[in-house]
């Protein structure tokens, strides 16, 4: 499975952005998708999940009610819609693909990654 993450760019602190994940000729609804994201001289951590059995969403506590993940079915995407960005969410975002039923925040469980795309909120 090739992911493809897009949607980075530079705003301001409240700003938003929303970031996409593609998988061209593989079916999305097969997996739980994660977003992931990695500040400069930190660990990789788990933002947010979707998982395809019953589209069921988890976040982290950092992102909760900010962040919103969802899929496209029309299109074989997910999205993830940032709102109130704040500065300590700069950082590079990836999607990953796990098993359904999956301890979502996990990052061993995840097989598939993306290449990342670069988030930067600042004044």
């Known amino acids: 499975v090739q992911l493809q993450a897009s949607g980075g760019g530079s705003v301001q602190p409240g700003g938003f952005l929303r970031l996409s994940c593609a998988a061209p000729?593989?079916?999305?609804?097969?997996?739980?998708i994660g977003w992931f994201r990695q500040a400069p001289g930190k660990e990789r951590e788990a933002v947010a999940c979707?998982?395809?059995?019953?589209?069921?969403?988890f976040y982290a506590d950092t992102v909760k009610g900010r962040f919103t993940i969802s899929r496209d079915n029309t299109d074989n995407s997910l999205h993830l819609h940032m709102n109130s960005l704040k500065p300590e969410d700069t950082a590079v975002y990836y999607c990953?693909?796990?098993?359904?039923?999956?301890?979502?925040?996990?990052?061993?469980?995840?097989?598939?990654w993306g290449q990342g795309t670069l988030v930067t909120v600042s004044s």
């Open positions: 990953a693909t796990a098993p359904l039923g999956a301890t979502w925040f996990l990052r061993d469980v995840y097989d598939y």
């Open positions: 000729g593989f079916s999305l609804d097969r997996y739980a």
């Open positions: 979707i998982d395809a059995s019953d589209d069921k969403t």
